[in-house]
T-cell receptor, first 105, second 115 residues
Framework: GQQVMQIPQYQHVQEGEDFTTYCNSS?????IQWYKQRPGGHPVFLIQ?????EVKKQKRLTFQFGEAKKNSSLHITATQTTDVGTYFC?????FGKGTTLSVSS | DVKVTQSSRYLVKRTGEKVFLECVQD?????MFWYRQDPGLGLRLIYF???????EKGDIPEGYSVSREKKERFSLILESASTNQTSMYLC??????????????FGPGTRLTVL
């Protein structure tokens, strides 16, 4: 069946360093969504990408959707302690397992 | 603000009990979803519904059933709870077609422990 893989599973960075998480689907996606889940919280929507090759920015966060619409990435520039959490990619029907980011100051 | 509410934040049940988890959304969304979240396994889809009285199996429907009698309410039922169903259960809702749904709004989750 369809699979969505996310790497890395865990990432620890020093505050101020950059961070990237990658999402790969076994099949072409119609769209891809990204969510952030803070420790003890529930997933909160960040963004949806629909077009091949699409790039969207939200302040320090940059999201990309691959040309083949099978992969995506989330890049955070100059991480802050408020970026701590687990980042999920996927569609409503299937999600990756998430990348958990920890940040030390 | 969209609100998705779940009936309980914490629930403790005994093996073999019938368990009902309720989810209510207030934004007239067509789609509603039930996921379970376990450490290292991410979010796994149990069932979803794209309309009243309609339901579709997700990746892990075994041991669960659902009911959607009203548009705003989606219930998850564990017919006979087992210890391997101890988990965090998350409900979500969204507008649009289920396969290309718009952003999902998640409830706060129910942490179910089955003893």
């Amino acid at each position: 069946g369809q699979q969505v893989m996310q790497i890395p599973q865990y990432q620890h960075v020093q505050e101020g360093e950059d961070f990237t998480t990658y999402c790969n689907s076994s099949t072409t996606l119609s769209n891809i969504q990204w969510y952030k889940q803070r420790p003890g919280g529930h997933p909160v929507f960040l963004i949806q990408l629909v077009k091949s090759g699409e790039v969207k920015k939200q302040k320090r966060l940059t999201f990309q959707f691959g040309e083949a619409k099978k992969n995506s990435s989330l890049h955070i520039t100059a991480t802050q302690t408020t970026d701590v959490g687990t980042y999920f990619c996927g569609t409503a029907l299937i999600f990756g397992k998430g990348t958990t980011l920890s940040v030390s100051s | 603000d969209v609100k998705v509410t779940q009936s309980s934040r914490y629930l403790v049940k005994r093996t073999g009990e019938k368990v009902f988890l309720e989810c209510v959304q207030d934004m007239d969304h067509e789609n509603m979803f039930w996921y379970r979240q376990d450490p290292g396994l991410g979010l796994r889809l149990i069932y979803f519904s794209y309309d009243v009285k309609m339901k579709e199996k997700g990746d892990i429907p075994e041991g669960y059933s659902v009911s959607r009698e009203k548009k705003e309410r989606f219930s998850l039922i564990l017919e006979s709870a087992s210890t391997n169903q101890t988990s965090m259960y998350l409900c979500a809702s969204s507008s649009g077609l289920a396969g290309v749904a718009n952003e999902q709004f998640f409830g706060p989750g129910t942490r179910l422990t089955v003893l």
